[in-house]
């Protein structure tokens, strides 16, 4: 069973608000990713753990803070939004990113539709 | 360096028609991995099929086939008699340990099927 879920599925918020994003997998894997997508853009990497550690940054502004509290959640708070933020927010698992030999299939989620205004 | 192009920016055929979205990679690694993901306006990436630098047979699942030819470079996805539920945004994507096992995608293919 191959699914990732993210909550909410629809978030409005304004500049001053702080929220989370919520992603789950019950599928044992232990890499987590965030990924940023605009409008008619390809997927935007912004975060991985790997074993619940962060092991990649992609220079992502201190506004988006994640946090992996175990190995099947993935949140995503945010705070101070601008109205340039707003975008699709996807989830993505895989496997294991350990071993070097082996780049695992990334499954998503359905993704969360963010608007700051 | 790690680069996908798709360069079909959106393709509309009418139901039943065959359809080839094309891929063209680049990287220099030997050893990477390929993928096609399918989204629909709902916006969850489906994945479709993976493939790896060593195994250049095509693949055939149902209505969809894959051709993959190191020679140029390509990993081509057709979909055979389309259907108005085909219709998506389709991404290829490239990921290698040179790239840090990042997956780069293409700028993806909107996909209309009219019926």
Known sequence: DTEVTQTPKHLVMGMTNKKSLKCEQHMGHRAMYWYKQKAKKPPELMFVYSYEKLSINESVPSRFSPECPNSSLLNLHLHALQPEDSALYLCASSQDLKGGGVTDTQYFGPGTRLTVL | ??????????????????????????TRDTTYYLFWYKQPPSGELVFLIRRNSFDEQNEISGRYSWNFQKSTSSFN???????????????????????????????????????
């Open chain 2, 1 to 26: 360096a790690q680069k996908v192009t798709q360069a079909q920016t959106e393709i509309s055929v009418v139901e039943k028609e065959d359809v080839t979205l094309d891929c063209v990679y680049e």
């Open chain 2, 77 to 115: 996805f057709t979909i055979t008699a389309s259907q108005v539920v085909d219709s998506a945004v389709y991404f290829c994507a490239l990921t290698s340990r040179a790239g840090a096992n990042n997956l780069f995608f293409g700028t993806g293919t909107r996909l209309t099927v009219i019926p």
